[in-house]
């Protein structure tokens, strides 16, 4: 650098013309270097989304990963450039790489987010638009970022989760498979026929657009609870239908339940009374 400024300083009106065609061979391969440089890197960030989305990768990653690769690319053809006319960049990339250091070292927690984020990006535990569990937040996939993953909950809160946080908890992901069981618990008393009762739900399965022909659904005794008996209903559906069906199966088993005397009982207490006559 040091040795540019000076040769700057020889320059003066009589020479000019002179100083000017020595220097335009290396001027030529500055701008030479600048604009193909600047228009590979862009092609190579051009060329690594494509091949994100051949990998299936998350959308959310490939405005990020284009950026940090042109940025990176271009700053190596800008050092390349600049040593063309004689400027030395070693002191620059030395301080630069000790700031880095530094840098790393204050910010380890974000580094640490912005890790976690890579990872759920190319292991794909989840993408956006799937309806997930992450300890005891539920919710739909609305983006995913290199920080943090937002969710949108059934009644519309926005929820913002650390990455970090998604990689150290347990997941369930609802929607990761193309079906989905629904398991589905009614109550009934002891006084119905348990016969009729699975009859009556078995048909309301049967009439149910919602749900899948196969696997085969299953209707049977649960459970013998204190105020009646539990009858367990597992049907599976199109994950994508979980909740519709969820709905439309509780109105429609309360509606048959009605239409055919089956009763569902209220919690009740047997109370038994022991009168001791006095002596």
Not at 129 to 148: L, Q
Not at 260 to 269: A, K, R, S
């Amino acid at each position: 650098m040091d040795a540019l400024i000076n040769n700057i300083k020889q320059w003066t009106f009589e020479n000019f013309p002179e100083k000017l065609a020595a220097a335009m061979p290396k001027l030529i391969s500055f701008i030479l270097v600048m604009v193909i440089g600047f228009w590979l890197a862009k092609l190579a960030g051009d060329i690594i989304v494509k091949i994100l989305e051949s990998k299936n990768v998350d959308k959310s990653m490939y405005r990020f990963v284009k950026r940090s690769t042109v940025i990176f690319l271009r700053i190596i053809v800008s050092v390349i450039a600049l040593e063309q006319i004689g400027v030395h960049v070693n002191a620059f990339i030395t301080a630069l790489g000790a700031a880095g250091i530094t840098a790393g070292l204050g910010l380890q927690n974000s580094i640490s987010q912005l890790a976690s984020g890579v990872q759920i990006l190319f292991n794909k535990p989840f993408k956006s638009g799937d309806f997930v569990e992450i300890g005891n937040v539920k919710g739909k996939v609305r983006e995913i970022r290199f920080m943090y993953t937002t969710l949108v909950t059934n009644d519309n809160k926005l929820i913002v989760v650390p990455n970090q946080t998604i990689t150290t908890s347990t997941l369930v992901n609802y929607t990761a498979r193309d079906k989905i069981r629904l398991d589905l618990t009614y109550t009934v008393s002891y006084d119905d026929d348990i016969e009729k009762v699975k009859k009556v739900l078995a048909k309301v399965v049967e009439n149910e657009p919602l749900l899948l022909k196969e696997p085969e659904y299953t209707v049977g005794v649960y459970n013998h609870g204190s105020s009646g008996v539990d009858i367990a209903c597992f049907v599976w559906c199109k994950s994508e239908d979980y909740w519709p069906a969820f709905f439309s199966m509780q109105e429609k088993v309360k509606k048959a339940f009605d239409k055919n005397g089956i009763h569902i009982p209220y919690d009740q207490l047997d109370v038994h009374m022991i009168n001791k006559e006095s002596d």
